[in-house]
């Protein structure tokens, strides 16, 4: 069953926009939520991560994700898009019952006009 | 610095033929992963492994087996490569869930295998 839903295989944004990407999972408790990025060319890098301590966590790059228990979502934010943060996201969970393994979303493809 | 190697960046094979693809950590992880990435797909688990001489099969293992008789290797086998085994292939390791189960996956930078 899937567990992870990521919305809109790409996205596009102007520079200096409002990054947007969506996560939805399915229902486990706890649910342990991550975001990683891939560059091109490259292998994937762990941006963020839900630990139950904060419901808004930071990541780097300026990125943060905001969990919403009742709306089960961890979308990832960017306030000012950079050329930089060109790349594709993956949001992942663990689920409580199996031992070290993710489930990966499908990825978003974010592309940022100059 | 945590690090995860892989042998090849890029390799090309010819169909029928036997490939090794070799993925090293640094960092004493129990947990290792073997993935495969394709457009649209995301990242499919293909095998795993949580221990010495331990794999479990992830949800596409068909036409690929594993080894790992070493804590700090895992080694993905194609034992009869297929264009359809065309992809990138990604490995990754973690820490054991038993010390936290936010333990976060650290990824190698991939090999791209064409199978002609």
């Known amino acids: 069953a899937q567990s992870v839903t990521q919305l809109g295989s790409h996205v596009s944004v102007s520079e200096g926009a409002l990054v947007l990407l969506r996560c939805n999972y399915s229902s486990s408790v706890p649910p342990y939520l991550f975001w990683y990025v891939q560059y091109p060319n490259q292998g994937l890098q762990l941006l963020l991560k839900?630990?139950?301590?904060?419901?808004l966590v930071k990541g780097i790059n300026g990125f943060e994700a905001e969990f919403k228990k009742s709306e089960t979502s961890f979308h990832l934010t960017k306030p000012s898009a950079h050329m930089s943060d060109a790349a594709e996201y993956f949001c992942?969970?663990?689920?409580?019952?199996?031992?070290?393994?993710?489930?990966f979303g499908r990825g978003t493809q974010l592309t940022v006009w100059p | 610095d945590v690090k995860v190697t892989q042998s090849s960046r890029y390799l090309v094979k010819r169909t029928g033929e036997k490939v090794f693809l070799e993925c090293v950590q640094d960092m004493d992880h129990e947990n290792m992963f073997w993935y495969r990435q394709d457009p649209g797909l995301g990242l499919r688990l293909i095998y795993f492994?949580?221990?010495?001489?331990?794999?479990e099969k992830g949800d596409i293992p068909e036409g690929y087996s594993v080894s790992r008789e070493k804590k700090e290797r895992f080694s993905l086998i194609l034992e009869s490569a297929s264009t359809n085994q065309t992809s990138m292939y990604l490995c990754?390791?973690?820490?054991?869930?038993?010390?936290?189960?936010?333990?976060?996956?650290?990824f190698g930078p991939g090999t791209r295998l064409t199978v002609l």
């Open positions: 839900y630990t139950s301590a904060a419901t």
């Open positions: 990754a390791s973690s820490p054991s869930k038993r010390e936290s189960p936010y333990n976060e996956q650290f």
């Open positions: 992942a969970v663990r689920r409580g019952s199996t031992l070290g393994r993710l489930y």
């Open positions: 492994s949580y221990d010495v001489k331990m794999k």
